[in-house]
C-alpha cells in the first residue's frame, strides 16, 4: 500500500473515530434521558483508544512523507522534529491530550455522569478540533490563516455533533420492537425532536463555514471549473451528499419523528420505527461517504493554492 493511500485511510479512520468521541459524548451531555440506552462507558473508552492509536500511526505517515522513506524506516529524529518544531506536531499534542482525557472520563459516566461528560466533551472537542492543523486550514498565514483555522475547527465541531447524535439515534431506533417499551419509545421521540432543534443550528454552522472555506480553498474565480479538477468533482460528490443528508434530516424531523409520536399513542409503532431505521441509515451511509471524500479531499491540492 502506497503512502498517500495509506494517508487517505488514516485520515478517514480519525475523522470517522472522532466526530463519534465528541459527538456521542455531547449528544449524551445534552439528552440524559436517553444515556441509559446508550453504551457510553465502552463506546467512549474505545474511541479514545482507537483515536491513540490512529494517531500514532497518522505520526508515522507524515514523518515517511516527509523525509522520502517508506513507513518501515522513519526514525525517533524525524517524529521529533514534527513534534517539536511544527505547530502541526503542538497540535498533535493537544489531540493526545483530549483523547486522554476522554478515556479518563469515560471511567467515571456511570458514578457521575455530567462532570464525566463534560470533561469527555471537552476532550472530544480537544481532539476533533486538533485535526484542523492537519488539513488545508492550516495553509494560509496571518489574519487569513486565523479565520481558515477557526472555520475548519468550528466546521469539524459541528459535524461532529451531527455524526454523534446520528450514531446515538441509530443505536435508539435499532432495538428490537419488541424489546422497545412505552419508557424507550417516548426517550427516542424525545431525542429526535430535541436532536431536530439543534440540527438547525448546526446546519448553519456547517453551511457558514463550508462558504468560508470555499472561498479560501477555491476561489470564485475558479468555481466554473470545478468539475474539470478532481479536487472539484470530489467537492461536488461532497456537497450532493451533504444536500442528500439534509434531505434525509428534514424528513426526520417534518414526518417520521411526528408520526413515531401518534403511534405510540396508537399503541402500534413498528411501521414508524420501521421507517426511522430506514431513513437514519441512508443518513448514516451518506456521512461515512462524506468523511471519506473530505479525507480524500485533505491530500489534495486545492484550486487556490494553485495560482
Given amino acids: 500500500m502506497t503512502l498517500p493511500t495509506l494517508d487517505v485511510l488514516v485520515r478517514f479512520a480519525l475523522y470517522l473515530d472522532l466526530t463519534l468521541a465528541f459527538g456521542v459524548a455531547f449528544f449524551a451531555l445534552c439528552a440524559p434521558q436517553v444515556r441509559g440506552a446508550l453504551p457510553l ?50 497540535a498533535w499534542m493537544v489531540r493526545i491530550g483530549g483523547l486522554a482525557l476522554l ?32 488539513g488545508h486550514g492550516a495553509m494560509d498565514e496571518g489574519a487569513v490563516g486565523w479565520l481558515h483555522l477557526m472555520a475548519d475547527i468550528a466546521h469539524l465541531l459541528a459535524a461532529g455533533i451531527w455524526v454523534g447524535a446520528l450514531t446515538c439515534l441509530v443505536l435508539l431506533v435499532a432495538r428490537p420492537s419488541h424489546r422497545a417499551d412505552a419508557a424507550h419509545l417516548w426517550a427516542t421521540h424525545r431525542a429526535l425532536d430535541g436532536f431536530s432543534l439543534m440540527g438547525t443550528t448546526v446546519v448553519a454552522v456547517i453551511t457558514a463555514t463550508g462558504l468560508v472555506n470555499a472561498w479560501l480553498l477555491v476561489g470564485p474565480t475558479n468555481a466554473m471549473s470545478l468539475p474539470t479538477t478532481a479536487y472539484g468533482q470530489l467537492l461536488i460528490a461532497k456537497l450532493a451528499l451533504f444536500a442528500a443528508m439534509l434531505g434525509f434530516a428534514a424528513v426526520n424531523r417534518y414526518r ?8 405510540i399513542d396508537a399503541g402500534d409503532h413498528r411501521g414508524a ?3 426511522l431505521r430506514v431513513s437514519v441509515a ?22 487556490a493554492s494553485a495560482m
Fill in 256 to 263: 417520521l419523528t411526528p408520526a413515531l409520536a401518534g403511534r
Fill in 273 to 275: 420505527i420501521v421507517a
Fill in 103 to 134: 478515556i479518563a472520563a469515560a471511567a467515571f459516566l456511570r458514578s457521575r455522569p455530567v462532570a464525566a461528560l463534560s470533561v469527555a466533551s471537552v476532550g472530544g472537542a480537544l481532539a476533533l478540533g486538533g485535526l484542523a492543523w492537519a
Fill in 41 to 90: 462507558p465502552g463506546a467512549l473508552a474505545s474511541a479514545g483508544l482507537a483515536g491513540i492509536a490512529l494517531s500514532v500511526l497518522g505520526l508515522a505517515v507524515l514523518s515517511a512523507s516527509m523525509a522520502g522513506v517508506p513507513l518501515s524506516q522513519v526514525d525517533a529524529e524525524s517524529v521529533a522534529a514534527i513534534l517539536t518544531g511544527m505547530s502541526l506536531g503542538k
Fill in 282 to 303: 441512508l443518513e448514516t451511509v451518506c456521512v461515512v461517504l462524506v468523511l471519506a471524500l473530505v479525507a480524500w479531499l485533505g491530500i489534495l491540492q486545492p484550486p
